[in-house]
């Protein structure tokens, strides 16, 4: 009887430790792998689809002023350099619209190993684009300057701080961070890779969004998919499982090119310090007249 009193506090014990350890252990990474694979019941609710966030709603809606740098993002150029990009100015839309002069702005990125320090400077080059429909009713759309710079001789698992715009205005934007990824060996790659797709602009994306900050990945991988612009105006801002099964009857697709920048805005606080490598899915031929698409 007193080894089974004295059993019942020490199973306590253990089991109150157990918890505690559960409750603040972090989410492994891809060095302490291999790992037995893990799946996680799937949320049917998420299969019926979700109404689109409107183009007014505060992680859509444009907050930078005159040519401040907006929508910034990073993408790996190679293991020792990092592509940065941004958007300048206003698009236009509409049946009369003029394009941007790409020249009225730098674009340029300073940067460096320490906060507020930034020791190296390179300059890049920039674009706008158009989307035209010689289509009664439908909206013709020119880009915003579209900025792209690339910084190198970077070093392998080292952060780096940095600024972008054009600092002769000035017109540079706040400071943001991003880390390097690891020299690749048997014993060294990135921690956590998020590979997504189908992400869309719907209230599940920001659910989805959150998550991917949450985790904190090294890189992300987008395999397609990722504003759904090219049904936007035709599903009313519907979320839809399936366009041709609930639209069948639908003349075109007139993909609405604004969405696009609200992604870039909805998406900055997470790809502004991690970089994110894109594979173009069905839903970004968007094609134009004479059956032109983006390149």
Known sequence: MNYLKLWIPVTLFFTIIAQIKLATSQIPTTLEGPFKPVTRTFDSSLRRGSDDLPMDHPLLKKNATGNFPEQIALAISSPTSMWVSWITGDAQIGSSVTALDPASVASEVSYGKESGKYTSKRRGDSIVYSQ????????????????????????????????????????????????????????????????????????????????????????????????????????????????????????????????????????????????????????????????????
């Open 132 to 295: 035209l429909y010689p289509f009664e009713g439908l909206m013709n759309y020119t880009s915003c300057i579209i900025h792209h710079v690339r910084i190198d001789g970077l070093e392998p698992g080292t952060k780096y701080y940095y600024k972008c715009g054009d600092s002769s205005i000035p017109a540079m934007s706040e400071e943001h961070v991003f880390e390097t990824l690891p020299s690749s060996s048997p014993n060294s790659y990135p921690r956590r890779i998020a590979v997504i797709g189908d992400l869309g602009l719907t209230s599940n994306s920001s659910t989805t969004r959150d998550h991917l900050i949450m985790n904190d990945p090294s890189l992300i991988l987008m395999i397609g998919d990722l504003t759904y612009a090219n049904q936007y105006r035709t599903t009313g801002g519907k979320g839809v499982p399936c366009f041709s099964c609930s639209f069948p009857d639908a003349p075109i697709r007139e993909t609405y090119q604004p969405r696009w920048d609200g992604w870039g805005r909805f998406m900055e606080p997470l790809i502004s310090r991690v970089p994110m490598m894109v594979v173009e899915g069905n839903h970004e031929i968007e094609p134009q007249v004479a059956g032109i698409t983006f390149k």
